[in-house]
Nanobody
Framework: QVQLVESGGGLVQAGGSLRLSCAAS????????RGWFRQAPGQEREFVAA????????SYADSVKGRFTISRDNAKNTVYLQMNNLKPEDTAVYYC?????????????????WGQGTQVTVSS
C-alpha cells in the first residue's frame, strides 16, 4: 500500500525557517515527479513547488520563489521543502504529492498520490 507521510511542520515566527519532509513507502517513486501544495482555511488548495523525477528541474509558485527550495533524495524515496523567511501568509496545511510522470505540474488534479498533510503556522 502506497503511503506518503509528511513531517516537519510546526509553529514558527515570521522570518524563521522550517524543513518539511515527505517519505514514501509501499513502492519507489524515483521515476516520478513530486510536488508540494498547501491549503489555508477557507481557501482552495494551491501549488507551492514541484520537482521532476531526477531533481534536475524545479518550479515554484511566485509567492514562494526565492524563499522555498524543493529537493529530493531518490535513495530515500523522500522529497523535501526548505522554507526560509516564512511569512504569516504561508500558514496552511502542506501536502506532498506524487505524479506518475517524469515532469511535475502546477495542477493538483495531475497528481496521483497524496499525503495527509502537515500544519505550518507562522506567527507575526
Amino acid at each position: 500500500q502506497v503511503q506518503l507521510v509528511e513531517s516537519g511542520g510546526g509553529l514558527v515566527q515570521a522570518g524563521g525557517s522550517l524543513r518539511l519532509s515527505c517519505a514514501a513507502s509501499g513502492r519507489t517513486f524515483s521515476n516520478y515527479a513530486r510536488g508540494w501544495f498547501r491549503q489555508a482555511p477557507g481557501q482552495e488548495r494551491e501549488f507551492v513547488a514541484a520537482i521532476n523525477w531526477s531533481g534536475g528541474s524545479t518550479s515554484y509558485a511566485d509567492s514562494v520563489k526565492g524563499r522555498f527550495t524543493i529537493s529530493r533524495d531518490n535513495a530515500k524515496n523522500t522529497v523535501y521543502l526548505q522554507m526560509n523567511n516564512l511569512k504569516p501568509e504561508d500558514t496552511a496545511v502542506y501536502y506532498c504529492a506524487v505524479r506518475r510522470s517524469y515532469s511535475g505540474s502546477v495542477t493538483d488534479r495531475d497528481y496521483d498520490y497524496w499525503g495527509q498533510g502537515t500544519q505550518v503556522t507562522v506567527s507575526s
